[in-house]
């Protein structure tokens, strides 16, 4: 009796462990390729009978998917669509995304991303593999960080405490989204293997009370830890990230403006790492105010650079653009006199209250102007300074107002006007409106995607500054090269490798390369990267060739 049943035991033991199995493959999105399976696999896998008997091709199932997500109406459901594509076939879902980038970014990312954090909570799906590190629970980092991976060789993380969304402010454990967008656009635009990156959420809490409010709230619902122990949690996680992950570059987004910079200067000389809003953000301007330059053949040296929202962002271009100036071979005080800084008080100067430790070497002093207490708004600062160069990093929307342009352009052939705030909701103005009235002279790069505008007969192609223009190459040059550190001579080679990629000579030219070439130039600022890596010696690993070694890093999404 006892045998009988042992052995009908272990029978039905098998039988589960051979089910699991075929079920693991089918439910374990790096290794489904669903009704691709081939019958000898279906036979190896125990999947005889649990899927529909057509064996598709890749191509027939990227068609039968693109036709699905065609179906979506709104923007949001096609997002919905692709988060689930993503959680049940990896490759099919980046195979797709492959033929349509220009279609999906704006779906995968910004700005469809911002609304995707707003209704977190009520569209909650399966999190994309991420990691929810709670700032309650640090005894918890090392287990989080070893669940979410499952042994995988983690080479990329792109974590967030979401402070600072977009210009959204502070979404709490929602902001997880914009990490898991960030890294879609890696892989679509650089090729990084899925498997090999981790999206993490900290969540040390919320400001946002509309959250807290919120029943359906899924993250900690208490105020925000801040300060020192904030800070604290921060050194707990980056340890904990590099034992368990010492390959692996850390890319830090969307960060509140009181720690984003403090968090950069502790980490940047130790590990491999950089913050996308302050670095990503700077080179990308940088870039697009270089093809400006060939554009319209002026010089950088000679244009004077109003930033309008001296944050994390502003700061982090005004910064690159200043290093830039200087190997230019301006002195560091003649190039900072280059800068305006307008913010919350207005232009901001050596004696303005609260200006933040980045605002401070680019103030200017009240007797530079006859009627410096007036200047505290953007108009009375444009008309007093008559900039050329104006970036909108405010969150402000409208704020390029149509009088504000036309005293800009009245003193400038060729105004460079940069309104980069997201997503779309707060940008400072829209592309066709500063064509219009600026009867066709500025030049312009917009945080989020622009149509083409027609105006007078020519079409003007909007070159979209975002970071996503750069930051995909930059951060897989670094891990295809093993990078210890990002230099600034490195951040300067990504970002030569990608300004000027512009064809100047075109009616209506961009400031910057199509996303419908993310690809092929996130290619070239990543080789240009690698290159700048082993040059100044900071590869881990010996690299014979640079270019080589991004070209075997290289994932492309087939079975
Ligand atoms: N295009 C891109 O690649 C890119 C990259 C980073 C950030 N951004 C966008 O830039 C914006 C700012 O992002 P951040 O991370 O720097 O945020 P941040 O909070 O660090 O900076 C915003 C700054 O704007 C200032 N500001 C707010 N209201 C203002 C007003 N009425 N007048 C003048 N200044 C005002 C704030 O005081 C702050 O200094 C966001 O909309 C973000 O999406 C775009
Ligand atoms: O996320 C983006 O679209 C760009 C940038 O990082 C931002 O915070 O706006
Ligand atoms: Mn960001």
New binding site residues.
Partial sequence: MFKEELVKLSKNLRSVIFMLKSYEVLRNPFLNKGTAFTKEEREELGLIGILPSKVQTLEEQTEQAYAQFQSKTSPLEKRIFLMNLFNENVTLFYHLMDQHVVEFMPVVYDPVVADSIEQYNEIYTNPQHAAFLSIDHPEDIEKTLKNATDGRDIRLIVVTDAE?I??MGDWGVNGVDIAVGKLMVYTAAAGINPAQVLPVSIDSGTNNQKLIDDPMYLGNRHARVAGQPFLDFIDKFVEAQQKAFPEALLHFEDFG?ANAQVILDKYKNEIATFND?IQG?GM?VLAAAIGAMKISKQELKNQKFLT???????MGIANQIFTELVQEGLTEEEARKRFYL???QGLLFSDTPDLTPAQKPFTRDRSEFENAEELTTLAAVVKAVHPTVMVG????PGTFTEEIVKEMAAHTERPLIFP???PTK?AEAKAEDLIKWTDGKALIST?IPAADVEYKGVTYHIGQ???ALIYPGLGFGLVASTAKLLTQETISAAIHALGGLVDANVDGAAVLPPVSQLTKFSQIIAEATAESVVAQGLNREDIADAKKAVADMKWTPEY
């Fill in positions: 600072g977009l210009g403006r809003d953000t990308i309008f929202g001296a944050g994390t962002a502003g307008v913010d919350k990093t405010s969150t402000q980069l705030s997201n707060l945080g500054g975002n970071n």
